[in-house]
């Protein structure tokens, strides 16, 4: 039967051509598209990890519930050893240090509020290499006394690298402090609400200005974020609950998994579109093949085939169109893929950024394998309605269609 299924394929060349045709672009078109919104994924999920979170951070237990009203509470002193036996991990880059702290910044002329953060200036570089530096140059440990201002923040003030900046901030212990910087840079990172109102200072400075030796995070940079699940997994393990907590950059991201989980669903009504489209297509094609050849199906009955066996027979011819048609579908869509990366897809700046990027079509294996199952379903589903029309026909009536 499949020797006489893939004769009969053959044997019907320009109409087997255009179902192939129409499946094949079907499922180019799945791969395609789902590989152009992983790739949205990953650079999103990138952005976020690169530029503002690291892939997971370590706080005092209960920080993240109730430490931003009262963030002095939840410091964390004594934390080298932490860092040291961190560091010795395969999967881990880099763990750095974070104070985190608010107040007021003074150009000279006006006050502005400010979310701060003291950082160590080298090894944030291994997390922050996609935190863009637009003027200016980077931190360095060398210059305590210097200052990264976000973009939108530079813009509001009016300040540009070379100009003095004062923080004013209050102390864990309720006093007022102040310290004077300069600006050496300004940068701009995917969020458009950070920039607008961060500024970033050497871990050392900050705990001056706040006239303490704690922190409040440790920020993991790791060698793939594949890793970020595991690490998690053995941290939590190893460290006491009721001491440290551990929060993932996925957690910490809540606009990072509303855009993933908006675009997974249009994604999914997108394949149910080019489904129905493949099979409304398909059923068309089969419809009008299976009418012109009723009186070959009425000969193989009336010579003894049953109505069963015929029915198995339509079924496997476009099943096996169906595979094939998958098949070069997916193969069409990976080097459409590499055509299209080659020379990347200009984006505008997503919600909540003024920052645009340039994208590609990702070859993802879970997508190409999605693609090619709707392609062959929608094949398999469009025959069956057909082929039971035709073993219903009554012989007489098939025989006709030979006269």
Not at 8 to 31: D, E, K, M, Y
Not at 58 to 65: A, C, D, K, L
Not at 196 to 209: K, P, Y
Not at 211 to 229: K, M
């Amino acid at each position: 039967m499949l020797t006489f299924a893939l004769r009969n394929l053959f044997r019907q060349t320009v109409r087997s051509i255009l179902t192939l045709t129409v499946i094949a672009l079907g499922v180019a078109g799945i791969s395609l598209v789902g590989g152009f919104i992983e790739d949205i994924f990953v650079q999103l999920r990138e952005s976020t990890i690169h530029s503002q979170l690291g892939h997971l951070q370590i706080y005092r237990s209960g920080f993240s519930t109730i430490g931003r009203r009262d963030p002095y509470k939840f410091l964390m002193e004594d934390v080298d050893g932490l860092v040291d036996r961190f560091r010795t991990w395969p999967e881990v880059a880099e763990v750095m240090k974070r104070l985190s702290f608010s107040g007021l910044v003074n150009n000279g002329h006006s006050d502005y509020p400010i979310l701060g953060e003291g950082v160590e200036p080298t090894k944030e570089k291994q997390v922050g290499s996609m935190l863009s530096i637009v003027e200016g140059e980077p931190l360095s440990d060398s210059d305590p006394m210097a200052i990264l201002v976000g973009k939108g923040l530079a813009h509001a003030l009016k300040v540009k690298p070379g100009d003095p900046l004062t923080l004013l901030v209050n102390t864990p212990e309720g006093a007022l402090n102040s310290l004077e910087f300069t600006v050496v840079g300004v940068f701009q990172s995917f969020s458009k609400d950070f920039d607008d109102r961060a500024v970033r200072i050497s871990l050392g400075s900050a705990q001056d200005l706040l006239a303490t030796p704690g922190i409040h995070a440790l920020v993991f940079a790791l060698n793939d974020t594949a890793d970020t699940d595991r690490v998690v997994k053995r941290l939590m393990a190893e460290l006491s609950p009721e001491q440290y907590e551990v929060k993932p950059w996925f957690v910490l991201a809540d606009f990072y998994q509303k855009t993933v989980d908006m675009y997974q669903r249009q994604f999914t009504v997108l394949e149910i579109i080019i489904l129905i489209m493949v099979f409304l297509s398909v059923a068309n094609s089969v419809n009008m093949a299976l009418h012109e050849r009723i009186g070959e199906f009425g000969t193989l009955m009336a010579l003894g085939n049953r109505p069963f066996d015929v029915f198995k027979l339509i079924v496997l011819e476009y099943s096996i169109l169906g595979l094939i048609g998958a098949a070069v579908g997916v193969f069409v869509g990976v080097l459409l893929a590499g055509g299209i990366s080659a020379f990347g897809i200009p984006m505008p700046p997503p919600p909540n950024s003024d920052m645009g990027y340039t994208a590609i079509v990702r070859v993802v294996p879970n997508v190409l394998g999605v693609a090619f199952v709707v392609g062959f379903l929608a094949t398999a589903l469009a025959v069956v309605v057909p082929a039971r029309r035709v073993i219903h026909t009554p012989i007489v009536e098939a025989l006709r269609s030979n006269i």
